[in-house]
């Protein structure tokens, strides 16, 4: 038998993925891509393609357990599920009694992609109880923030279209780790004689494959799209009728760019103004061309300028004109499912409840008071490896005032300071509805096999929660088939004739952005989402300062930690996903660094490390590589600290600051030191 399932990791890709399950036992026995998805096309990442084996993994959790040793110890005892529920109330009710609602606070993120896991049952039963939200900023909200700025509409170019680029930049995209299947269509603009160049602090794997790379310093990305912008504009190679009938402030932009001539943006971003003044003559006179923007760009203190600039060039080339040309950053803007009745905010009694930003969680446990955080739910996420300033999160989750429940399918770094730990389904084993923010295809997935152990969905988990506060709202007994009706049901033109029915029969649509057969233009003749339906170019934004923790950023601060590092993803995991294998944790357990600054500091490559800055300090192994700049480092970000000698990683570097725009994270925007370990 074979099952019709999607990929819930976070990927734009979402793919679509074929099950064969063994009528027999019930379980799945192979995994495959889709060959008649238009965007997965019949194959998987290495990650996914072995997924069956964390299916599977002996170290699933399987039963809800409760906390017997020290928090972080990871010591538990198994329990019922009645017995969790009931502690689970009471306790919460408790804390809501006697410190108030707005004590109690949800922390999940992107754990799983589908709609009714990632967000649906979970917000019900959180804003019922009146407990404090969460500000999901941790991953893209600054560069949403920032396209929005510019487009209004956060619609981005097909990947089907990228075939017919003659000129593709990846921006801080590693495609090749990320976002593999845009590689294909890649790959068949290159056939068509297409070049591909890169934009990245680092030389990674789709860098190595590019016709030029460009070496940028970390957070120079604004400082470069105006220089871009500089020479475009300076040597009349915009377009002027695309610009004219489009477009408001040219005039503003084109005196911001002004103050960017190579020269100054070469010592800015550490890009050869030869090279800037060729890449801007090629963005403006090869059409079509496109840009791949990643979410690496918006991880820095003017991360969310960088990306209204980034994306405003599509604008000012006029490359939205073109098939194949445009700017693509995500396309989730495009699923205009019904979110106020599937999430029920209405359910939240009297004013909207405080506001807390995960980015900054370390903060709300060890800091914030009128109430402090007494009870913390976290599902989906594992904020003990991939929140910033990691040691005050790990001080707060440590508190033994602080209530801490984790749904969780492996025992992670966090699921080990719980009080209450629950076994969680992976996507496999429910049901869900899915978007993507990398192709504009809805999807449907229906369990593929049954969860094993006493494992339970998050729809499941807080309906049942729900019930056992003792709330009677009739919307708490909504099945996962009526919340996939209500997110359909949003009556927007791009899901009309989309309903749950359809979805069964054919498991993957298109929404209706364009007619079917045609690719979508977003903005080929205008039409931006902002109030003046024209692309804003003017904007205070547009004035680049560099990041306080940059090498031309605090001189103090350089003076003691002069190199930037940044943590991006590792290829081969997924955020922390795949931390408890022993291989992934290998990969995440180094540090790369120029010849340059490792002879500096007498480091010879595989040489124990020390890196360190005020905020802490973590022990790596020496990569010494020239496919990083000069002053750079690069230490994958995510590892399981519970896996690492020193119980670490690189977000004990990390600071809370937060970005321009949007309170999202400054993962790249970080100053450290290295040093060599004393025997």
């Given at each position: 038998?074979?099952?019709?399932?999607?990929?819930?990791?976070?990927?734009?890709?979402?793919?679509?993925?074929?099950?064969?399950?063994d009528?027999?036992?019930g379980?799945?026995?192979?995994?495959?891509g889709?060959p008649?998805?238009?965007?997965?096309?019949?194959f998987?990442?290495?990650k996914?393609?072995?997924?069956?084996?964390?299916?599977?993994?002996?170290?699933?959790?399987?039963?809800?357990?409760?906390?017997?040793?020290?928090?972080?110890?990871?010591?538990?005892?198994?329990?019922?599920?009645?017995?969790?529920?009931?502690?689970?109330?009471?306790r919460?009710?408790?804390?809501?009694?006697?410190?108030?609602?707005?004590?109690?606070?949800p922390?999940?993120?992107?754990?799983?992609?589908?709609?009714l896991?990632?967000?649906?049952?979970?917000r019900?039963?959180?804003?019922?109880?009146?407990?404090?939200r969460?500000?999901?900023?941790?991953?893209?909200?600054?560069?949403m923030?920032?396209?929005?700025?510019?487009l209004?509409?956060?619609?981005?170019?097909e990947?089907?279209?990228f075939?017919?680029?003659?000129?593709?930049?990846?921006?801080?995209?590693?495609i090749?780790?990320t976002?593999?299947?845009?590689?294909?269509?890649?790959?068949?603009?290159?056939?068509?004689g297409a070049?591909?160049?890169?934009?990245?602090?680092?030389?990674n794997?789709?860098?190595?494959?590019?016709?030029?790379?460009?070496?940028?310093?970390?957070?120079?990305?604004?400082a470069?799209?105006?220089?871009l912008?500089?020479?475009?504009i300076?040597?009349?190679l915009?377009?002027a009728?695309?610009?004219?009938?489009?477009?408001n402030?040219?005039?503003?932009?084109?005196?911001r760019?002004a103050a960017?001539?190579?020269?100054?943006?070469?010592?800015?971003?550490?890009?050869?103004?030869e090279?800037?003044?060729?890449?801007?003559?090629?963005?403006?006179?090869?059409?079509?061309?496109?840009?791949?923007?990643?979410?690496?760009?918006q991880?820095?203190?003017?991360?969310?300028?960088?990306?209204s600039?980034?994306?405003?060039?599509?604008?000012?080339?006029?490359?939205?004109?073109?098939?194949?040309?445009?700017?693509?950053?995500?396309?989730s803007h495009?699923?205009r499912?019904?979110?106020?009745?599937?999430e029920?905010?209405?359910?939240?009694?009297?004013?909207?409840?405080?506001?807390?930003?995960?980015?900054?969680?370390?903060h709300?446990?060890?800091?914030?008071?009128?109430?402090?955080?007494?009870?913390?739910?976290?599902?989906?996420?594992n904020p003990a490896?991939?929140?910033?300033?990691?040691?005050?999160?790990?001080?707060?989750?440590?508190?033994?005032?602080?209530?801490?429940?984790?749904?969780?399918?492996f025992?992670?770094?966090?699921?080990?300071?719980?009080?209450?730990?629950?076994?969680?389904?992976?996507?496999?084993?429910?049901?869900?509805?899915?978007?993507?923010?990398?192709?504009?295809y809805?999807?449907?997935a229906d369990?593929?096999?049954?969860?094993?152990g006493?494992?339970?969905?998050n729809t499941?988990?807080?309906?049942a929660?729900?019930a056992?506060?003792?709330?009677?709202?009739?919307?708490f007994?909504?099945?996962?088939?009526?919340?996939?009706?209500q997110?359909?049901?949003?009556?927007?033109?791009?899901?009309?004739?989309?309903?749950?029915?359809?979805?069964?029969?054919?498991h993957?649509?298109?929404?209706?952005?364009?007619?079917p057969?045609?690719?979508f233009?977003?903005?080929?003749?205008?039409?931006?989402?902002?109030?003046?339906?024209?692309?804003?170019l003017?904007s205070?934004?547009?004035?680049?300062?560099?990041?306080?923790?940059?090498?031309?950023?605090?001189?103090?601060?350089?003076a003691?930690f002069?190199?930037?590092?940044?943590?991006?993803?590792?290829?081969?995991?997924?955020?922390?996903t795949?931390?408890?294998?022993?291989?992934r944790?290998?990969?995440?357990a180094?540090?790369?660094?120029h010849?340059?600054?490792?002879?500096?500091?007498?480091?010879?490559d595989?040489?124990?490390?020390?890196?360190f800055?005020?905020?802490?300090?973590?022990?790596?192994?020496?990569?010494?590589?020239?496919?990083?700049?000069?002053?750079v480092?690069?230490?994958?970000?995510?590892?399981?600290?519970?896996?690492?000698?020193?119980?670490?990683?690189?977000?004990?570097?990390?600071?809370d600051?937060?970005?321009?725009?949007?309170?999202?994270?400054?993962?790249?925007?970080?100053?450290?030191?290295?040093e060599?370990?004393?025997?």
């Amino acid at each position: 038998m074979v099952v019709h399932s999607v990929c819930a990791l976070d990927c734009p890709d979402a793919c679509s993925l074929l099950v064969t399950v063994d009528e027999l036992t019930g379980k799945a026995v192979k995994l495959r891509g889709n060959p008649d998805h238009p965007i997965t096309r019949g194959f998987l990442c290495a990650k996914v393609a072995k997924y069956l084996d964390r299916e599977y993994s002996p170290a699933r959790l399987l039963y809800p357990m409760r906390r017997t040793g020290a928090k972080g110890a990871g010591e538990f005892a198994r329990i019922t599920w009645d017995e969790a529920l009931d502690e689970i109330a009471a306790r919460l009710g408790d804390i809501a009694r006697r410190h108030g609602s707005e004590a109690i606070l949800p922390y999940s993120y992107a754990g799983t992609m589908g709609v009714l896991q990632f967000g649906s049952m979970d917000r019900r039963f959180f804003h019922r109880l009146g407990a404090s939200r969460l500000d999901r900023t941790i991953c893209s909200t600054a560069g949403m923030a920032g396209s929005a700025r510019v487009l209004g509409d956060r619609y981005s170019t097909e990947p089907e279209q990228f075939a017919h680029s003659r000129l593709i930049v990846a921006w801080g995209a590693n495609i090749l780790g990320t976002s593999v299947h845009l590689w294909p269509f890649i790959v068949e603009a290159r056939r068509r004689g297409a070049r591909f160049y890169t934009i990245d602090p680092v030389r990674n794997r789709t860098g190595q494959l590019a016709d030029k790379h460009f070496f940028i310093h970390p957070g120079t990305d604004l400082a470069l799209a105006l220089g871009l912008m500089h020479v475009i504009i300076g040597e009349n190679l915009h377009d002027a009728h695309y610009v004219e009938r489009y477009t408001n402030g040219f005039a503003d932009l084109r005196a911001r760019a002004a103050a960017y001539p190579p020269e100054r943006t070469e010592a800015l971003t550490g890009i050869p103004r030869e090279d800037i003044v060729a890449l801007a003559r090629e963005l403006a006179i090869v059409q079509p061309a496109a840009i791949r923007l990643n979410y690496g760009v918006q991880r820095s203190e003017r991360g969310g300028a960088a990306v209204s600039a980034i994306t405003a060039l599509g604008a000012l080339t006029g490359s939205w004109r073109h098939l194949g040309g445009g700017v693509s950053l995500s396309t989730s803007h495009a699923y205009r499912f019904n979110a106020d009745a599937v999430e029920r905010p209405d359910l939240q009694a009297g004013a909207p409840k405080r506001l807390v930003n995960m980015t900054r969680l370390g903060h709300a446990l060890t800091e914030l008071n009128d109430p402090p955080v007494k009870a913390l739910f976290v599902y989906n996420s594992n904020p003990a490896a991939i929140a910033p300033r990691q040691n005050a999160v790990l001080a707060g989750l440590a508190r033994p005032d602080l209530f801490t429940v984790v749904a969780e399918q492996f025992q992670t770094c966090t699921a080990d300071y719980a009080d209450i730990l629950l076994p969680a389904t992976t996507f496999l084993e429910h049901k869900d509805l899915y978007r993507s923010y990398g192709h504009y295809y809805v999807q449907l997935a229906d369990s593929a096999v049954a969860p094993p152990g006493e494992c339970r969905s998050n729809t499941h988990l807080f309906g049942a929660l729900a019930a056992r506060m003792g709330f009677d709202d009739p919307c708490f007994a909504d099945t996962d088939d009526d919340l996939i009706d209500q997110a359909l049901s949003s009556g927007h033109a791009f899901l009309d004739g989309i309903d749950r029915g359809r979805l069964e029969r054919e498991h993957s649509v298109r929404l209706n952005v364009a007619p079917p057969g045609e690719p979508f233009r977003p903005f080929a003749a205008g039409g931006f989402g902002t109030p003046s339906g024209r692309c804003e170019l003017a904007s205070d934004a547009f004035d680049y300062a560099p990041p306080v923790e940059s090498r031309l950023g605090d001189a103090s601060l350089v003076a003691r930690f002069p190199l930037e590092m940044i943590s991006p993803k590792n290829d081969d995991s997924m955020n922390s996903t795949f931390g408890y294998l022993a291989e992934r944790d290998a990969e995440t357990a180094r540090l790369d660094m120029h010849p340059d600054d490792a002879s500096a500091r007498v480091i010879a490559d595989g040489a124990a490390i020390r890196i360190f800055n005020d905020r802490g300090e973590l022990r790596l192994t020496a990569r010494i590589t020239t496919a990083i700049a000069p002053g750079v480092v690069s230490c994958p970000s995510s590892r399981w600290r519970k896996l690492a000698a020193d119980r670490r990683n690189a977000n004990v570097l990390v600071s809370d600051r937060l970005t321009d725009v949007g309170g999202g994270p400054v993962f790249y925007s970080t100053l450290v030191q290295v040093e060599p370990t004393v025997a």
